[in-house]
């Protein structure tokens, strides 16, 4: 009976334009931040890398030839895009609910826990599917702007793309959680765009200014940030050998991970949000009334 629910609800996210429309402007996007920051890198390696810089990076200890830079643009363009996803999942019961078409779901299900366990599964594969989308688009904006010093190598490539899928499928989940509470289609965008874009931002700038970073690690944006950000920054660091102190402060500041901790503690601090949030929308649609 699951594996109807699943075909059935595959069906649904397929005969609308949504998942198509929203996976447009993220191919578009990841690509864009990854030609973008892939060129940055390469300015910046440029720069470092010139005789005039040559006594400052030899007085400092430093190997510009070793910066695998292009892994903070890896970072910073998969952050940017699961976006998209996030949207994506946040739209699943909420829209359901606006068209009343979750009213046949919930009838024909054999009750609401089967039929929502259905729509988690259909929508882990559909931020899985988008993160390999944003991951392959990143990978191809970065390898065409960069240099291939700045690349990382097989490995870490991979270490790269399998964080980016990670956090692409708990986007889609949290976004889920959100719209299954609220219920609404233009408030569940909204209110994921606002706190996620603006609201987190302040918060982050608030605690960095008041000498606690550290504590943008725990919240909801920063936590998934940090997924990519801490990796991006270690595989950075394994590679460029002995840097100062301040230079190891500052690559998960370049990463988009500032605060970040390990990569699976940030990962199972969002998990946590994930779950907080897909818990009470579970609770909320299995008490609604559907008409």
């Known amino acids: 009976m699951l594996g109807n629910l699943v075909k059935a ?11 198509w429309g929203l996976l447009i402007p993220t191919f578009v996007i990841a690509l864009g931040w990854a030609l973008g920051t892939g060129a940055i890198g390469d300015g910046i390696l440029e720069v470092f890398s010139s005789s005039e810089a040559e006594e400052l990076t030899n007085a400092f ?10 892994l903070f643009g890896m970072a910073r363009s998969i952050n940017v895009a699961t976006i998209f996803p996030m949207i994506f999942g946040g739209l699943a019961i909420s829209n359901e609910i606006n068209r009343r078409t979750i009213t046949t779901t ?17 929508y882990i594969a559909w ?32 270490a790269m793309c399998a964080v980016g899928l990670v956090a692409s499928i708990l986007m889609t989940m949290f976004g889920v959680g959100v719209g299954a509470l609220m219920g609404s289609v233009v408030g569940t ?8 874009l603006i609201v987190e931002n302040l918060i982050q700038l608030v605690l960095s200014s008041q000498g606690a970073p550290w504590l943008i690690g ?16 270690s595989l950075f660091l394994s590679a460029a050998g002995v840097v100062p102190d301040e230079v190891v402060q500052a690559t998960r500041f370049f990463a988009g991970g500032l605060g ?16 907080l949030f897909f818990a009470g929308g ?3 649609t299995q008490r609604k009334d559907i008409t």
């Not at 200890?61 to 292009?70: A, E, F, H, T, V």
């Not at 089967?114 to 988690?120: G, I, R, S, V, W």
């Not at 725990?218 to 920054?233: F, Q």
């Not at 901790?261 to 946590?272: K, N, R, T």
């Open 9 to 19: 609800e595959f069906r649904k996210t397929t005969t609308t334009g949504l998942w």
């Open 61 to 70: 200890g430093l190997d510009p030839s070793q910066w695998q830079l292009s």
């Open 106 to 122: 919930f009838l024909t299900a054999p009750n609401r826990v089967a039929a929502l366990t259905a729509k988690m599964l259909v």
């Open 127 to 158: 931020g899985a599917f988008y993160g390999i989308v944003i991951v392959a688009s990143v990978s191809i904006g970065i390898a065409l702007t960069s240099s291939p010093s700045a690349l990382p190598d097989a490995g870490g490539w991979l």
């Open 189 to 196: 965008t909204v209110v994921l765009l606002l706190y996620m």
């Open 218 to 233: 725990y919240l909801p944006n920063g936590s998934v940030n940090g997924i990519t950000g801490s990796v991006a920054s």
């Open 260 to 275: 970040a901790f390990e990569w699976w503690i940030s990962g199972l601090i969002f998990l946590a949000w994930t779950a």
């Open 282 to 284: 579970w609770a909320s």
